[in-house]
């Protein structure tokens, strides 16, 4: 079976300061993989999206970046937070090429600028 | 401008009587819509899917209707337990290559016992 895994669960950063989050997905090949942002109380909004190694499409232009350096591993980063950059951040996977798109979400990380 | 909207409101029913959620949508052409649920502090978990040739799909005490005239769906949930209570999002399709959705904002879901 497949799972997703994200880490850290919680992050306390201040602003200014650098940022990377990482996201695993085991149990299947070439996946797509995405980065999603939920504010509180919000919907979600996607960040950044990639279909293969290397390959990475971002959705709202920000100071954050993504990075995929092996076929199932996905990276978010920044090199200065903001305050704004604080939120519930969730890794996802779908089948490549799927029919359907259900996605399947990470367990999340709370990231809190100061 | 598109846009998709959930029940404004927070819904709160009854144990046992069934809850409706609605989703709607403006200048989209889903090929497919899907629903999950998202515990507080958890990633959203996929629910169910129906394409724009279903008009209702049913799982266990879910049901979900498609009405691509109106731009909605509804979700139906059946018997409710205080356990369905979360917040439910709905997502639409927009036709890349990726998979691609676009997630409504949500609806929470109280069931009172």
């Known amino acids: 079976s497949q799972t997703i895994h994200q880490w850290p669960a919680t992050l306390v950063q201040p602003v200014g300061s650098p940022l990377s989050l990482e996201c695993t997905v085991e149990g299947t090949s070439n996946p797509n993989l995405y980065w999603y942002r939920q504010a509180a109380g919000r919907g979600l909004q ?9 390959q990475i499409s971002s959705e709202v232009p920000q100071n954050l970046s993504a990075s995929r350096p092996q076929d199932r591993q996905f990276i978010l980063s920044s090199k200065k937070l903001l305050l704004s950059d604080s939120g519930f951040y969730l890794c996802a996977w779908s089948r490549f090429a799927g029919t359907t798109g259900e996605q399947y979400f990470g367990p999340g990380t709370r990231l809190t600028v100061t | 401008s598109q846009k998709i909207e959930q029940n404004s409101e927070a819904l709160n029913i009854q144990e046992g009587k069934t809850a409706t959620l609605t989703c709607n949508y403006t200048n989209y ?74 997630f409504g904002p949500g609806t929470s879901l109280s069931v009172i016992p």
């Open chain 2, 29 to 102: 052409s889903p090929a497919y819509l899907q629903w999950y649920r998202q515990d507080p502090g958890r990633g959203p978990v996929f629910l169910l899917l129906i394409r724009e040739n279903e008009k209702e799909k049913r799982k266990e005490r879910l049901k979900v209707t498609f009405d691509t005239t109106l731009k909605q769906s509804l979700f139906h949930i059946t018997a409710s337990q205080p356990a369905d209570s979360a917040t439910y999002l709905c997502a639409l399709d927009v036709g890349t290559s990726y998979d691609k959705v676009i």
């Open chain 1, 46 to 54: 996607l960040l950044f999206y990639s279909v293969g190694i290397g």
